[in-house]
């Protein structure tokens, strides 16, 4: 009977991961693994091989974490108990380096069909080459982005058709200007002291960018509109990044 219940659990497991409509199988995989039914999980993805604990039942930090291994993914189940979510991703960079995505926090065993589905969009936020854990709620503009590939793709035309269309070495040096400013909150300055170069060179380069892009970096809704297009744009770029030197 022990050795049925064992056999048991992590198939009722899987089909959770499914979201198939099975009978019961919440309760049933409670009862077989030893978990609250309606406890606080959290469902974390990484890419084949690619990490979380040695063993398939391991308990760390006051959490238990099941691990389950797909065609193209390696997928952890996590009991969290009273832990904070938030406490994942230092544990998770304990076994690999990621990339790794992590779901929201599904109330019940009955909730990971849904948990790992966003786990698998917050995988897909992580840049091509990218390391590190994101969580689905760090990274929900980019979430929305992946999450509908063509409308992404018409929006990167869209926005920087005109800018794709310049020599490589051009683009990328508009390109990092931008992702700099940004990453220095709109400061020319900031952004100038990054790129070793002179503030009025920033404000150049930005204010061609707007030309080329037909939107102004101080009105909110374009701002936000190239703001998705550039992390559209970073999530189908190769490994090396959007504005790196070639």
């Not at 309606?38 to 063993?55: D, I, L, Q, T």
């Not at 065609?71 to 990339?99: F, H, I, M, S, T």
Request: hydrophobic share 45%; aromatic share 4%; net charge positive.
């Amino acid at each position: 009977m022990r050795r049925r219940s064992d056999e048991e659990g992590p198939a009722l497991l899987d089909a959770l991961l499914e979201g198939r409509p099975e009978p019961g199988p919440a309760a049933r995989a409670a009862a077989a693994l030893g978990l609250p039914e309606r406890g606080r999980y959290a469902v974390a993805v990484f890419p084949a091989g690619g990490g979380g604990p040695a063993g398939k039942t391991v308990p760390a930090d006051g959490m238990r974490f099941f691990r389950r291994t797909r065609q193209d993914r390696d997928v952890l189940v996590v009991a969290l108990g009273d832990e904070d979510a938030a406490a994942l991703v230092p544990l998770l960079g304990r076994w690999c380096p990621g990339p790794g995505g992590i779901g929201p926090v599904a109330q019940g065993l009955a909730g990971l069909g849904a948990a790992r589905r966003l786990a698998d969009v917050a995988l897909l936020t992580c840049p091509p080459g990218a390391a590190g854990i994101v969580r689905l709620e760090e990274r929900l503009p980019a979430a929305l982005v992946v999450s509908q590939p063509d409308l992404s793709a018409r929006l990167v035309a869209d926005v920087f058709g005109p800018l794709l269309a310049l020599e490589e070495a051009d683009r990328a040096l508009l390109l990092r200007t931008l992702v700099t400013w940004l990453e220095c909150g709109g400061s020319a300055g900031r952004a100038a002291g990054r790129l070793y170069c002179h503030r009025n060179t920033v404000l150049n380069r930005l204010r061609r960018l707007e030309r080329l892009t037909a939107r102004s970096l101080s009105r909110p809704r374009e701002l936000v509109e190239m703001m998705l297009a550039l992390s559209a744009l970073e999530l189908s770029a190769p490994s090396r990044g959007v504005g790196e030197a070639p």
